[in-house]
């Protein structure tokens, strides 16, 4: 009966700690699973900022490209002698030798009201 009582009181303690380490081997799995959810979540939020800015900076890349393309245009009007011609004559009042220009303002339409007076 001895022996029976010191292997009782040997699986007690040996439960008991095991209880304990259960509880503790658990609390520190959940520790650790919090620690990572909150690790993701950080990420997460990190990649959506990230991603916003890129699209910004994607924005504002296509604006500059297209501002470039546009003085890219201009400039190779600007090398066209016609061009540059059309825009001295329309806007410089250029005049070929000979030529006389009239300028006659700006043109504008007057729209006639009738009234209808009462008798």
């Not at 304990?20 to 959940?30: A, D, I, P």
């Not at 910004?56 to 090398?79: G, L, M, S, T």
């Amino acid at each position: 009966m001895a022996q029976y009582n010191r292997n009782k009181s040997k699986k007690t303690i040996k439960g008991k700690y095991q209880k304990q380490f259960n509880f503790f081997f658990t609390v520190v799995c959940l520790l650790l699973i919090g620690v990572a959810c909150f690790s993701l979540m950080n990420n997460i939020g990190k990649k959506q900022a990230t991603l916003e800015q890129l699209t910004q900076v994607q924005a504002k890349h296509n604006q500059a490209v297209e501002k470039n393309r546009q003085a890219q245009q201009e400039y190779n009007q600007v090398q066209d002698s016609e061009y540059l011609e059309q825009v001295a004559r329309r806007d410089y009042y250029y005049s070929k030798e000979g030529e006389i220009i009239f300028d006659l303002g700006e043109t504008e339409t007057v729209s006639e009201e009738t009234t209808i007076l009462p008798e």
